[in-house]
């Protein structure tokens, strides 16, 4: 099975899926280093069986919109191999990288390990606690000595004495259940963290659509808009659900009422 097809399975958990990331950039590593070869003769071989003009590679490359009098000081080999195999390669594992560092690891293993699928087994509080960290509004060094306490104790509630915890399968199910059965007021701490892991996707979407709409915004042809007018400008795209059922009457009130206005409607 391929990675990608991998990464798109719904039952992917974040702890393999985070291991996956490392196979895919010690994969793509592994092929800027030995591939390449392999890569023009497969290449090749396709030219060769459809008859399709083969460069020849010790030439110095010619750039298509370049003057054939100002020829490159490098290869055609060079080009394929670095100018585009190593940049495309590069390019992708710096994507990984940048979507997957260090505290973005931390969250997702963090994660993972909140998880009650099969009674709590991806378990780990030291994990839990690196996830708390990210936090450090919400968890001083105080509570975070507080909640690894009342994770010792959660843990052996939830996965050993209470069956009511046994069969659960998602975040959302442990929430709903802790706080059906009184026991977030036993666990607040804990119960603190798994809110905040319950809201990280809808951080996410609202990012995502955020910058999304900041491109439709922010053109060319308005690319010198201060913060102010360009938030003004995004609120009403972001939460446009809401500003659709703002009456233009009252849209039109508010205009006036406000002191430094440039016009009369």
């Not at 392999?38 to 459809?50: D, P, Q, R, T």
């Not at 490098?74 to 560092?101: C, G, M, P, S």
């Not at 975040?171 to 059906?180: R, Y």
């Not at 905040?196 to 439709?216: A, D, G, N």
Request: with cysteine; net charge neutral.
């Amino acid at each position: 099975m391929s990675l990608i097809h991998s990464y798109k399975k719904k039952e992917q958990d974040i702890a393999n899926a985070i291991l996956l990331v490392e196979v895919a950039k010690r994969w793509l590593q592994k092929l800027r280093e030995e591939e390449y070869d392999s890569l023009i003769n497969k290449v090749s071989a396709f030219c060769i069986k459809y008859n399709i003009l083969i460069a020849n590679f010790d030439d110095l490359y010619v750039s298509s919109g370049r003057s054939q009098r100002k020829v490159a000081d490098y290869t055609i080999l060079h080009h394929y191999r670095v100018d585009i195999f190593f940049k495309i390669i590069d390019w992708q594992v710096q994507e990984l990288n940048a979507r997957f560092n260090e505290v973005t690891t931390n969250l997702l293993v963090g994660v993972a390990c909140l998880n009650p699928v099969d009674s709590f087994s991806s378990f780990d509080i030291n994990k839990i606690l690196r996830m708390a960290e990210l936090y450090p509004d919400d968890f001083d060094e105080n509570i975070t000595v507080t909640l690894k306490n009342q994770y010792e104790t959660y843990i052996v509630d939830v996965r050993d004495v209470d069956e009511r915890f046994s069969n659960l399968q998602r975040l959302i199910d442990l929430s709903e259940t802790l706080v059906k059965i009184k026991k977030h007021l036993n666990y607040p701490f804990v119960f603190r963290l798994v809110k905040f892991t319950l809201l990280l996707p809808i951080f996410t979407t609202t990012v995502e659509r955020t910058f999304s709409t900041m491109k439709l915004i922010k053109s060319e042809l308005r690319n010198r808009m201060n913060d102010e007018f360009m938030s003004s400008c995004l609120v009403p795209n972001v939460e446009r659900e809401i500003f659709n059922i703002i009456s233009d009457e009252t849209i039109v009130n508010m205009f006036q009422e406000m002191k430094t206005r440039r016009g009369q409607l």
